[in-house]
């Protein structure tokens, strides 16, 4: 009995964590106070954004990309990196599907691109700077590739010879070098500007409140998120022209625009000051964020140079760790979501890539990884199971001190209590093991959801994708019968669930049979329907996590069985089993006498 209760306990806490998890808590919006345009000294500039939407010239020069990574090209009206398609990743399983395209030009559906440019100071103007629409001049033949760097040129009628060089990396990592040549006779005053300019939201924006998509960015350690929804309500400030938040950064920082699985940043030189400005243009539907780096001086006959990178590629874990780690860029593996408790979700996937480096199937890394976490959990579950089988010892002793306590509960109360005390036995240690799964839980959710290495990763059969739900269905008995499956997201699909998640339902059943149903008709009727009701919950989460939740359900069973064994409790799962079935047929036959008596009665 006492065993029951703390598996109540445990389901009811569990429940109630699951439920504050996804409803009474939601992340908040990380609240920045803007900074007024008094307080950026730096910048004598006029806010650049009022030209980022710029149409694109027809016939305009290209310079093509090719890398191992990425492919696309360069348009030389602002020298926009514009038109970007990441090779490595398809829309969906189908190898033959269009690779995933992440910038996209002015002129096509939901525009993306990244530009650099120069905003004038002192008795410059706009037309004497480089900006989106400059018409560059390419500067010889050729590809861009990690071996061979293109050059654009532009000469200004104020006298200054603007040179820009791009190159690229094996992977994500664009470099921008501006030089600029003073051939008049009269000192000059410019700032560099980088911008990454989105023209509404993504068409694939997931929004979902656990996983953030929209601005990302880091400013002298502090890192920040916001939404796109968050970035419609930013306050409008006069001097940008439009709704925004500046952030003045005196050390390191970087800022973009992280999607799901894919992102692009601008990345100053890091150990020298900028503003990274997040702002939204209401009337075009404009989401930008920039950089702004301090005002230069370029005497007569003199050249200054100034140079950002662009990460622009999907959010890989080891890529983006050599970025922060090896290209300093701090802090530049917060930009994949790790969520509320980064504390465990960052080992989690740490040790999960290790493992698929060495197996090479994510989904019997998953089964690795439970096992390690099982291991790691051992002692404290121990404890549990060991108390458990004391607990089912006390259990002849517990029903004498209920006759003898009769209808007076605080002396039954009373007498338990000091029975536990005696025998040395912790009534609440068996709800530990349910309540340490649960942070558990959260976090290889939140790695599955979020990371890339789990999109398109197979394990088995017809799992070909651990970061989906499992496609299978019963409504055409899992692909035998002629017919195809529900559409993922409709009623049919949330009523006929896969194989996996009935796979589920039954560990999890199973598991339960460990112990004898409760004497009270009520409990017997919530512990019957647990496991099933469980199965429909989880069966349309990722079918990596079901996977996770089924391994740690057996392992869970191996173990408790085991344990309890060892301390002369052994279950007696198959006996639970068969009184459970002898239950209903009684419970059957009793409402069958009574419908009969009523009968006879009429």
Same mark, same amino acid.
């Given at each position: 009995?006492?065993?029951?209760?703390?598996?109540?306990?445990?389901?009811?806490?569990?429940?109630?964590?699951?439920?504050? &998890?996804?409803?009474?808590?939601?992340?908040?919006?990380?609240?920045?106070?803007?900074?007024?345009?008094?307080?950026?000294? =730096?910048?004598?500039?006029?806010?650049?954004?009022?030209?980022?939407?710029?149409?694109?010239?027809?016939?305009?020069?290209?310079?093509?990309?090719?890398?191992?990574?990425?492919?696309?090209?360069?348009?030389?009206?602002?020298?926009?990196?514009?038109? $970007?398609?990441?090779?490595?990743?398809?829309?969906?399983?189908?190898?033959?599907?269009?690779? @995933?395209?992440?910038?996209?030009?002015?002129?096509?559906?939901?525009?993306?691109?990244?530009?650099?440019?120069?905003?004038?100071?002192?008795?410059?103007?706009?037309?004497? @700077?480089?900006?989106?629409?400059?018409?560059?001049?390419?500067?010889?033949?050729?590809?861009?590739?990690?071996?061979?760097?293109?050059?654009?040129?532009?000469?200004?009628?104020?006298?200054?010879?603007?040179?820009?060089?791009?190159?690229?990396?094996?992977?994500?990592?664009? =470099?921008?070098?501006?030089?600029?040549?003073?051939?008049?006779?009269?000192?000059?005053?410019?700032?560099?500007?980088?911008?990454?300019?989105?023209?509404?939201?993504?068409?694939?924006?997931?929004?979902?409140?656990?996983?953030?998509?929209?601005?990302?960015?880091? @400013?002298?350690? !502090?890192?920040?998120?916001?939404?796109?929804?968050?970035?419609?309500?930013?306050?409008?400030?006069?001097?940008?022209?439009?709704?925004?938040?500046?952030? !003045?950064?005196?050390?390191?920082?970087?800022?973009?625009?992280?999607?799901?699985?894919?992102?692009?940043?601008?990345?100053?030189?890091?150990?020298?000051?900028?503003?990274?400005?997040?702002?939204?243009?209401?009337?075009?539907?404009?989401?930008?964020?920039?950089?702004?780096?301090?005002?230069?001086?370029?005497?007569?006959?003199?050249?200054?140079?100034?140079?950002?990178?662009?990460?622009?590629?999907?959010?890989?874990?080891? =890529?983006?760790?050599?970025?922060?780690?090896?290209?300093?860029?701090?802090?530049?593996?917060?930009?994949?979501? &790790?969520? &509320?408790?980064?504390?465990? =979700?960052?080992?989690?996937?740490?040790?999960?890539?290790?493992?698929?480096?060495?197996? #090479?199937?994510?989904?019997?890394?998953?089964?690795?990884?439970?096992? $390690?976490?099982?291991?790691?959990?051992?002692?404290?579950?121990?404890?549990?199971?060991?108390?458990?089988?004391?607990?089912?010892? $006390?259990?002849?002793?517990?029903?004498?001190?209920?006759?003898?306590?009769?209808?007076?509960?605080?002396?039954?109360?009373?007498?338990?209590?000091?029975?536990?005390? !005696?025998?040395?036995?912790?009534?609440?240690?068996?709800?530990?093991?349910?309540?340490?799964?649960?942070?558990?839980?959260?976090?290889?959710?939140?790695?599955?959801?979020?990371?890339?290495?789990?999109?398109?990763?197979?394990?088995?059969?017809?799992?070909?994708?651990?970061?989906?739900?499992?496609?299978?269905?019963?409504?055409?008995?899992?692909?035998?019968?002629?017919?195809?499956?529900?559409?993922? #997201?409709?009623?049919?699909?949330? @009523?006929?669930?896969?194989?996996?998640?009935? $796979?589920?339902?039954?560990?999890?059943?199973?598991?339960?049979?460990?112990?004898?149903?409760?004497?009270?008709?009520?409990?017997?009727?919530?512990?019957?329907?647990?496991?099933?009701?469980?199965?429909?919950?989880?069966?349309?989460?990722?079918?990596?996590?079901?996977?996770?939740?089924?391994?740690?359900?057996?392992?869970?069973?191996?173990?408790?069985?085991?344990?309890?064994?060892?301390?002369?409790?052994?279950?007696?799962?198959?006996?639970?089993?068969?009184?459970?079935?002898?239950?209903?047929?009684?419970?059957?036959?009793?409402?069958?006498?009574?419908?009969?008596?009523?009968?006879?009665?009429?």
């Amino acid at each position: 009995m006492e065993n029951t209760k703390n598996l109540i306990l445990a389901i009811v806490l569990s429940l109630l964590v699951m439920l504050g &998890w996804f409803w009474l808590f939601p992340p908040e919006q990380q609240a920045n106070d803007p900074v007024e345009p008094d307080a950026v000294s =730096t910048m004598e500039d006029t806010p650049v954004t009022q030209q980022a939407d710029a149409p694109v010239q027809a016939d305009v020069p290209r310079i093509s990309i090719d890398t191992p990574e990425l492919t696309g090209s360069i348009s030389a009206q602002g020298g926009r990196i514009d038109d $970007l398609l990441l090779k490595g990743y398809h829309v969906t399983l189908d190898d033959n599907s269009d690779n @995933v395209r992440l910038l996209t030009p002015v002129g096509e559906d939901r525009a993306y691109y990244t530009l650099q440019g120069w905003v004038p100071a002192g008795g410059l103007d706009f037309p004497d @700077v480089p900006g989106p629409d400059t018409q560059w001049s390419i500067q010889g033949q050729g590809t861009l590739t990690p071996d061979t760097p293109v050059t654009l040129q532009w000469q200004s009628p104020a006298g200054l010879v603007f040179t820009r060089t791009i190159a690229v990396d094996q992977q994500y990592m664009f =470099t921008v070098t501006d030089r600029v040549q003073n051939t008049g006779t009269a000192e000059q005053r410019l700032a560099p500007y980088g911008m990454i300019a989105r023209h509404g939201t993504p068409v694939d924006l997931q929004g979902f409140f656990v996983l953030h998509e929209g601005v990302v960015g880091r @400013v002298d350690g !502090e890192l920040m998120e916001t939404k796109y929804k968050a970035v419609r309500d930013l306050p409008q400030l006069p001097r940008e022209g439009a709704q925004a938040e500046l952030h !003045e950064a005196t050390t390191d920082g970087w800022i973009g625009f992280t999607d799901h699985y894919w992102m692009t940043t601008l990345i100053p030189q890091q150990g020298q000051p900028f503003t990274a400005v997040e702002k939204y243009l209401p009337q075009q539907d404009v989401f930008t964020t920039e950089t702004r780096m301090p005002v230069m001086a370029v005497a007569p006959g003199a050249t200054i140079e100034s140079s950002q990178r662009i990460f622009a590629g999907a959010k890989e874990w080891a =890529t983006i760790r050599h970025y922060q780690n090896d290209q300093s860029v701090p802090g530049f593996i917060d930009s994949i979501d &790790w969520g &509320w408790f980064f504390f465990l =979700t960052k080992p989690i996937f740490h040790v999960l890539h290790w493992l698929n480096a060495h197996i #090479g199937n994510m989904g019997v890394s998953i089964i690795a990884l439970t096992f $390690l976490l099982k291991a790691l959990v051992l002692p404290l579950a121990y404890k549990s199971y060991v108390s458990m089988a004391r607990m089912k010892e $006390l259990q002849p002793e517990m029903e004498a001190l209920k006759e003898r306590a009769g209808d007076d509960r605080a002396k039954l109360q009373k007498e338990m209590m000091t029975l536990y005390k !005696e025998k040395k036995v912790n009534p609440a240690a068996g709800c530990l093991p349910m309540l340490l799964q649960i942070p558990i839980f959260f976090s290889l959710y939140k790695v599955i959801l979020v990371t890339i290495e789990l999109r398109h990763a197979p394990f088995f059969g017809w799992l070909q994708d651990l970061s989906a739900p499992d496609p299978s269905s019963l409504f055409n008995l899992f692909g035998l019968l002629p017919w195809a499956a529900p559409e993922a #997201g409709s009623t049919l699909a949330m @009523v006929f669930i896969g194989a996996l998640p009935i $796979l589920l339902g039954i560990s999890m059943w199973l598991q339960q049979k460990l112990n004898p149903a409760p004497p009270d008709p009520t409990q017997q009727m919530i512990f019957a329907w647990m496991p099933w009701v469980f199965m429909f919950m989880l069966g349309h989460f990722a079918s990596g996590l079901v996977l996770y939740w089924i391994t740690n359900n057996l392992i869970t069973f191996g173990q408790q069985y085991l344990i309890m064994t060892s301390h002369g409790a052994r279950p007696d799962v198959f006996g639970n089993i068969r009184s459970s079935f002898q239950r209903k047929k009684a419970a059957q036959a009793t409402a069958a006498a009574i419908e009969q008596k009523s009968k006879r009665k009429k």
